[in-house]
């Protein structure tokens, strides 16, 4: 059973920096791709940054130059540095694992099949 547990959400200024994790287990082999998704209060939830399991990444264009996907996978854990946070970073974050084909389909929740219980991240302007 592959399950994923986020950490690292908070509440920070608008300009500071967050850095959340996902501690991912239960896999069976090292064929799943990963994501980070946000939802923010009211909306869809959207793809924040990928990375496949050939290492290529994608990023939403709202975040580009601004956050950036990391995996440690002797570790099985998936990181997603975020700096000059701004308020409309405000949601709920999501870290997510599939078996995606191509990684430039990353951002697209369809293409995940285990999700986490997500972390709040809070920025205040």
């Known amino acids: 059973q592959v399950r994923l547990v986020e950490s690292g959400g908070g509440s920070v200024q608008s300009g500071g920096s967050l850095r959340l994790s996902c501690a991912a287990s239960g896999f069976t082999d090292r064929q799943y791709s990963m994501g980070w998704f946000r939802q923010p209060p009211g909306k869809e939830r959207e793809g924040v940054a990928g990375?496949?399991?050939?290492?290529?990444?994608i990023y939403a264009d709202s975040v580009k130059g601004r956050f950036t996907i990391s995996q440690d996978s002797a570790k099985n854990m998936l990181y997603l540095q975020m700096n000059s946070l701004k308020p409309e970073d405000t949601a709920m974050y999501y870290c997510a694992a599939g078996r995606s084909k191509w990684w430039w389909l990353l951002l697209l929740p369809h293409e995940y099949n285990y999700w986490g219980q997500g972390t709040q991240v809070t920025v205040s302007s």
């Open positions: 990375i496949h399991t050939d290492g290529r990444t």
